[in-house]
């Protein structure tokens, strides 16, 4: 069975080309992924590291999905629920997914592959027809997972992605097709998890490519960002839409991370975001004290806080200069689906 027949027997819902929306944490909650899984894609519920939630947004998700049922097989939640495993409290969540099901479980940045194994198995007793998916940034990450744990779905991430990921990294254009290959040698076709791409995709051109690089279906965070069913501030939106030349205006740091008093990423980690004062200061030498005063004199600015002038954090990939527009988030999906489509056409009738 190839990996698109898998995704459509485990997903019955979705429509082809897939677009996956990024469990982007206290961002995308029950309507942008009731949203994005009613227009034939995969929506995620941002658990991150605070679970304590997990159940309210969930129970939000199921009243949202009476009115306008989605198929489902064995009686899972259309949609998935992200966790950032080094902060999540697993004895919390688990009772969580054996109650509600959802379609899809996401890993990211756990502590060691002993602890991520440990939560895909409980998971998967709690939860047998939730699928695994795990996120990785490298060739040697996806290696160590897929021999590991056996995740379904591999998310390959490339460091163009907005938010948190590996410091050091490649693009997906390289990759993709290294993990893809190194993933083939290490398993055979019917036990090969099925990838997924993320970083840097905002648009039909950016995901139709990452097919041809291998994958079987692509995330977005930041287009969703700018979205009527995201949660996030104004100043954050208006922000999101105002960056343009991405490669130049966003930077990987961990500048926001001490700003805001964010502990627990390992220093293989840091975020993408939109360069502003708060990143400009630490890079000239401001302490991180005075750095985490001023940031916090700019929380009570409210959407004023946000800018290349003000110092509020603004998570985005490098393709941010190709988000112009706030849309429902179905309309978006149908957007890309329908552009890739249209593309990878073209394509062929060129050769």
């Known amino acids: 069975m190839d990996s698109i027949q898998r995704l459509r027997n485990d997903y019955p819902w979705i429509q082809t080309p897939l677009v996956v929306g990024a469990p982007m944490r206290l961002i995308a909650l029950a309507d942008l992924a009731v949203a994005i899984s009613k227009a034939g894609g995969i929506g995620f519920i941002g658990a991150g590291t605070d679970v304590s939630d997990l159940e309210t947004y969930l129970e939000s998700a199921g009243m949202l999905l009476q009115d306008s049922p989605v198929p489902t097989t064995n009686g899972t939640i259309p949609l998935g629920v992200g966790f950032i495993n080094w902060g999540a409290d697993l004895s919390v969540a688990l009772p969580v997914i054996a109650r509600f099901k959802p379609a899809a479980i996401w890993f990211f940045a756990p502590s060691s592959v002993a602890t991520l194994k440990d939560w895909s198995e409980r998971c998967r007793r709690a939860s047998p027809h939730s699928r695994i998916w795990v996120q990785i940034g490298s060739v040697r990450e996806a290696r160590d997972v897929v021999w590991h744990v056996r995740p379904d779905v591999l998310v390959v991430q490339g460091t163009d992605a907005g938010g948190h990921g590996l410091a050091q990294g490649a693009g997906l254009i390289s990759l993709l097709p290294e993990v893809d290959d190194a993933v083939s040698a290490l398993l055979p076709g019917a036990e090969r998890p099925v990838l997924i791409a993320a970083g840097g995709i905002v648009e039909a051109r950016g995901a139709a490519a990452s097919l041809l690089l291998g994958a079987s279906g692509t995330v977005m965070g930041t287009r969703f960002l700018a979205s009527h069913e995201a949660v996030l501030a104004k100043g ?40 502003n004062r708060t990143y400009t200061d630490a890079v000239g030498g401001m302490a991180d004290e005075e750095n985490k005063r001023l940031y916090e004199e700019d929380v009570k600015k409210g959407d004023q806080g946000w800018g290349a002038d003000a110092r509020l954090c603004t998570y985005a990939g490098s393709a941010v200069g190709l988000v112009k527009e706030v849309k429902g988030a179905g309309e978006i999906v149908r957007e890309v689906r329908e552009g890739m489509k249209g593309l990878v056409k073209g394509t062929r009738a060129r050769f």
């Open 236 to 275: 954050y939106q208006d922000e999101v839409l105002r960056a343009s030349d991405g490669g130049q205006t966003t930077v990987r740091t961990k500048a926001w991370d001490n700003a805001r008093g964010t502990k627990g990423w390992a220093e293989t980690h840091n975020g993408r975001g939109i360069v």
